[in-house]
């Protein structure tokens, strides 16, 4: 049993994180300012003595006895990074600065959720690990892509100043139940639009394509990430490779929602990156993994999530 640290623990992913690591029988630490997250996404571990649930913001340093961090806390969708683009910036890279402070204390084991999104807008088609990017540094994108990326060189000049033992992930798409129902990412989007009987917002022509993964495949790749040997950093792709264009995930979704929606079509948002595609040749070379549900089952369990939330 290890005593773990998740920042950014009541949000998405880092709420299924806490299911899966308590699951496994460790103690967690849930630290979280609730920008996005919810305390309704842990509600369930409320009366489970291993969990503890802590109000704080990353930007702030935090003095605490832990094994393992897992450093999840940032907005990942552009309506709320974009809300407020300082706070963005401050919460990767003052964030990536307290958490690695303590660390370094601790000599405990970091991780990092960074982002496909260090790849920008890509000339690569898929991205590997070895890619440098192609990001605008001023763009309304920016204050999220270059705090990542800012974080990750943090990371990496820990790891070789001060020796600390660091994971980074570069995680793409991930979708499942807990996604915030207002957070303009594209499965959420349209399955809550679906529901709703609302027109499908499609920007552009529809033909950009995206691939998804589902957040349990997404958590198993954290955890046998984590619990690789010593002096393996990464960076390592987590993604689904499969690729779909918006409009096929559309129909999917109307579909499986029975939804008689109209789908519209609107202009692309600035630097929207066309097309984008994890090759995970790494991943599963050295942890051995491969998603493993596919697009129409993850949508399911996503739909009734989003069915139950909006019926409540
Ligand atoms: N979901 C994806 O598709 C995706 C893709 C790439 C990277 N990521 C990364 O994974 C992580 C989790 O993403 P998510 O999809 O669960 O998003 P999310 O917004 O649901 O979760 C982020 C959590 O961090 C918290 N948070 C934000 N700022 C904070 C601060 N200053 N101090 C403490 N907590 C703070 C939020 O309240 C929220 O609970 C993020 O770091 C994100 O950048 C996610």
């Known amino acids: 049993m290890q005593r773990i640290m998740i920042t950014g623990g009541a949000g998405f992913v880092g709420s299924h994180l806490c299911d899966r690591l308590l699951k496994d029988g460790h103690d967690i630490l849930c630290v979280d300012n609730f920008f996005t997250g919810s305390k309704v996404n842990v509600s369930h571990f409320f009366n489970n003595s291993h969990f503890e649930l802590m109000r704080h913001d990353v930007t702030f340093p935090l003095y605490v006895e832990v094994d393992q961090i897992y450093n999840l806390a940032c907005p990942a969708s552009p309506v709320h990074y974009q809300y407020d683009p300082v706070q963005t910036t401050k919460t990767s890279v003052h964030g990536a600065i307290n958490m690695l402070g303590l660390a370094k204390r601790l000599k405990a084991r970091i991780f990092q959720a960074s982002t496909s999104e260090v790849y920008g807008d ?42 600390l033992d660091v994971k980074v992930v570069r995680i793409f798409n991930t979708y499942g139940p807990r996604m915030h129902p207002n957070d303009g990412r594209v499965v959420s989007n349209f399955i809550v639009q679906a529901l709703k009987g609302e027109d499908i917002t499609i920007y552009g022509t529809g033909q950009q394509t995206r691939s998804f993964c589902y957040v349990d495949d997404m958590v198993e790749g954290f955890v046998r990430m984590m619990a690789t040997e010593r002096g393996f950093t990464g960076p390592v792709n987590l993604g689904n490779p499969g690729e779909f264009t918006m409009l096929e995930l559309a129909e999917k979704v109307l579909m499986l929602v029975g939804s008689k929606s109209k789908l519209v079509f609107m202009p692309l948002p600035v630097d929207d990156p066309k097309q984008r595609q994890p090759d995970i040749t790494l991943a599963k070379a050295k942890l051995d993994w491969t998603p493993k549900v596919n697009l129409e089952d993850g949508l399911k369990e996503t739909v009734h999530y989003f069915r139950t939330l909006l019926s409540t």
């Open 122 to 163: 890509p000339e690569v088609h898929p991205q590997p690990e070895s890619y440098w990017g192609r990001v605008n540094p001023i763009g309304p994108r920016s204050c999220y892509d270059e705090g990542k990326r800012c974080a990750e060189t943090l990371f990496f000049d820990y790891h070789r100043q001060h020796n």
